[in-house]
T-cell receptor
């Protein structure tokens, strides 16, 4: 089955700096790569997703890049703000496959 | 409002006492799933259902049962809970059984088994 590895497990950045979280996946048939944000005590919520026919996708301060050849994808958050502090999960799946999640990254934005 | 509703939010029980966590969605989604979340392990899938009366094991099904008698409901049953099932549980749903549509999560159930 699919295996998703996510790094780093914890990340601290200064407010205004950029944050990058990276994930690798094992199943070359995966074609859907969502990112979820989970604030403390709350449910995971989708923040951005990308499909394999696209190399990059942006939504305001958030962007995701995908390298299908290398089987890795990354989340980029620019101009970080304290409200960006949360746990972020990547996932891989698609077609008839289940979504497999990474182990999560605790992002802390320091004021 | 479109949502996935789980109950209860918090549950403390003792080893061996059967319990059920309910999950209901009002979006007419075909696919529903249960995950458990443990520190450092991310979200691990317990069971999933692609439609009514169709269920299958995820990555960590031992000690759990599910049923899907109606499209909107997908209860998680622990016949004989044990302390290693202490965890945060999430129910989720999506439109189709294909893995390339967004998952919608419930608010979670924090279970403690003593």
């Amino acid at each position: 089955g699919e295996n998703v590895e996510q790094h780093p497990s914890t990340l601290s950045v200064q407010e205004g700096d950029s944050a990058v979280i990276k994930c690798t996946y094992s199943d070359s048939a995966s074609n859907y790569f969502p990112w979820y944000k989970q604030e403390l005590g709350k449910r995971p919520q989708l923040i951005i997703d990308i499909r394999s026919n696209v190399g990059e996708k942006k939504d305001q301060r958030i962007a995701v890049t995908l390298n299908k050849t290398a089987k890795h994808f990354s989340l980029h958050i620019t101009e970080t703000q304290p409200e960006d502090s949360a746990v972020y999960f990547c996932a891989a799946g698609g077609s008839a496959r289940q979504l497999t999640f990474g182990s999560g990254t605790q992002l802390t934005v320091l004021p | 409002e479109a949502q996935v509703t789980q109950n209860p939010r918090y549950l403390i029980t003792v080893t061996g006492k059967k319990l059920t966590v309910t999950c209901s969605q009002n979006m007419n989604h075909e696919y529903m799933s249960w995950y458990r979340q443990d520190p450092g392990l991310g979200l691990r899938q317990i069971y999933y259902s692609m439609n009514v009366e169709v269920t299958d094991k995820g990555d960590v099904p031992e000690g759990y049962k599910v049923s899907r008698k109606e499209k909107r409901n997908f209860p998680l049953i622990l016949e004989s809970p044990s302390p290693n099932q202490t965890s945060l549980y999430f129910c989720a749903s999506r439109m189709t059984d294909r893995g390339n549509s967004p998952l919608h999560f419930g608010n979670g159930t924090r279970l403690t088994v003593t």
